[in-house]
């Protein structure tokens, strides 16, 4: 008993480890949210006229077409801020949600599906794309998880 | 010790963030040529207005045979798609390889 307690021990990762792991991961949805937000504003008109085709939210065209990169922008700079890293993981992993719940309906009931995700992600595989912003929604999740179980806080 | 650290962390937030800017304008130079061919409808053989062609999806070629006519075009309409029977958007370049013959298509 008192061993696999040490050998369950020795699998405890250390606050400085654990800081690594959530600014890695912080850095990551930087590094996809700026990426993505730069080519969406680089494409707003064709970005834009992407979602105007999209039903019951194609009226909003103009609010989700800057609305969404800035909001990616936005995340990434509370990400960036040591004080605020906490919440930009959450409207991070809130957003990938968003964007993951918004493939899983194209997926499941649209015939003719619409991607304007941004770059080269754009000319990903459904299935590809699916799996990939799940990574990052569990990646999301660890690192809240991680944060909220470390005193030490990034 | 802390000051020097939080300026580190976000001195390397705002370096992938430099990063990002320029994955994506890389990967934005590599689509800015969408070279699609459009068919005419008037049938002029001099014809080069993009308002005089549409584009007919799953149509492969369907042209007959007519020296006397121009029956298709291509046209490079950049980051756009291609919207059946609408004619290329704005901004679009006549790119020439003119194939002669009737088409349905003309009017």
Known sequence: ?154 | MAIKKTVSQIALGLAVVGLGATASAFTNTEVQSNIVRYYSTTGNLTDTDPANFIYVDGTSDDCTPDMSKQCSALFDIGENSPEPNEAPPAGSSYQGSALTGDSPHQQ
């Open chain 1, 1 to 154: 008993m008192e061993k696999q307690l040490q050998q369950g021990k020795s699998f405890k990762l250390s606050v400085n480890t654990k800081a690594y792991i959530i600014f890695i991961i912080s850095l990551l949805f930087v590094f996809i949210f700026s990426y993505t937000a730069i080519d969406k504003l680089h494409h707003l008109e064709k970005f834009s006229r992407g979602i105007s085709k999209i039903p019951y939210v194609g009226g909003m065209h103009v609010w989700i077409g800057w609305g969404v990169p800035l909001a990616e922008l936005l995340i990434s700079a509370l990400l960036i801020i040591p004080r605020c890293n906490r919440l930009g993981l959450q409207l991070a992993t809130g957003l990938m949600g968003i964007f993951t719940l918004y493939l899983g309906l194209m997926l499941a009931f649209a015939e003719k599906r619409l991607c304007h995700c941004g770059g080269v992600i754009e000319s990903m595989q459904w299935e590809e794309h699916l799996l990939f912003n799940l990574i990052f929604i569990l990646l999301g999740g660890w690192a809240l998880y991680l944060n909220k179980n470390t005193k030490h806080k990034i």
